[in-house]
């Protein structure tokens, strides 16, 4: 970390909220405050109410490090509300992250400008499902504004796409159904203008679903990736020119797959990643030399405006 401790001022540090995700928040939330803290720095934990504006203007502080994931936090809901205060944040501003919360308009948005992502549609109601079966089974089906896998699953067949699609429908009235990619899943990892080292995820599950992620010990990352350093690099550039194109700034996640062919299909932008032990962000700062309190310190660092979304003061 470049920058002396005392240049942050007094921190709070957002984390919990009420989204679907706030276990993982919370899990997120202690290790970078255990970083923070680490580094010297004056940070607060604070697990955001209804009043989290008062909390937040009556305790003097002079920036905020945004680690709720999911809706209310990771959404662009708290990134409008700290800018209505004039409170400096972490990460992306509203536009990025309204955009990148939501997998359908960023797929619309990648689709219009020329980055390659899986043919979808989207599911609203039963009359809906048709013209998701008509992209050919097997599907992936997920509500449109969730993370860490919630609510995804397979559907093999039109009834198994139904029940998808209803399960989904209980965390999101829009559903998002997908062609199904069955090549290797990648993520790529952005910080400041710059993409980390690209992280291979191989799970024997169906899916790198939620236990996968937070849960099961057999999911392997591989970090080298296994690819060509010049099919590394190309991927990378893609990467930064899809988490461009939503808008999102400062540090965040892209995830892709390849095809059979081997073409890339990208899927998300994750726009307030995890910090937990199992998190992507960390392993891929540490494989570019990047330990975890620097990290803290440089994703801190985008609430000054360079690269980041935070106000400028």
């Known amino acids: ?17 009420r989204a679907a995700e ?16 680490r580094l010297g720095i004056d940070a607060h934990e604070i697990d955001p109410g209804p009043d989290v504006l008062e909390v937040l203007r009556a305790g003097g502080f002079d920036r905020a490090f945004i680690i709720l994931h999911g809706r209310g936090g990771e959404d662009g809901q708290i990134q409008g509300a700290l800018e209505t205060i004039g409170l400096p944040y972490t990460g992306s501003g509203v536009l990025g992250s309204a ?6 308009r960023t797929k619309l948005v990648w689709a219009g400008a020329g980055i390659p992502t899986a043919e979808f549609a989207l599911l609203h109601a039963p009359e809906d499902l048709p013209a998701a079966a008509a992209l050919g089974f097997p599907l992936m089906v997920k509500p449109a504004q969730e993370g860490s896998s919630i609510g995804m ?3 093999g067949s039109a009834a198994e796409l139904e029940a998808a699609w209803r399960a989904a429908a209980e965390y999101d009235d829009a559903v998002l159904a997908e062609r199904w990619i069955s090549g290797p899943e990648f993520t790529c990892a952005i910080l400041s203008g710059r993409a980390l080292p690209l992280i291979r995820l191989e799970t024997p599950h169906v899916f790198y679903d939620f236990e996968a992620k937070y849960q099961a010990d057999s999911t392997r990352y591989l970090c080298p990736c296994g690819l060509d ?5 190309e991927l990378q ?16 996640r892209v995830d892709f797959m390849l ?15 995890g910090m937990t032990d199992h998190s992507l962000v960390p392993m891929a700062a540490k494989a570019a030399g990047i330990g975890f309190d620097d990290l803290c310190g440089e994703i801190l660092a985008t609430s000054f405006g360079s690269g980041g979304g935070g106000v400028r003061r």
């Open 22 to 37: 706030r276990e993982i928040s919370l899990k997120s939330g202690a290790a970078v405050s255990a970083a923070l803290d």
């Open 229 to 233: 350093e010049a099919a590394e690099r």
């Open 237 to 252: 550039a893609l990467c930064l020119r899809a988490f461009d194109a939503v808008g999102a700034r400062g540090w965040g």
């Open 153 to 155: 699953a397979r559907a």
């Open 1 to 17: 970390m470049n920058r002396d401790p005392a240049d942050f001022g007094k921190v709070a540090l957002l984390m919990g909220g």
């Open 99 to 104: 955009i990148g919360m939501d997998k359908y």
């Open 259 to 273: 095809d059979a062919d081997g073409a890339p299909k990208l899927l998300e932008v994750n726009t307030v990643p």
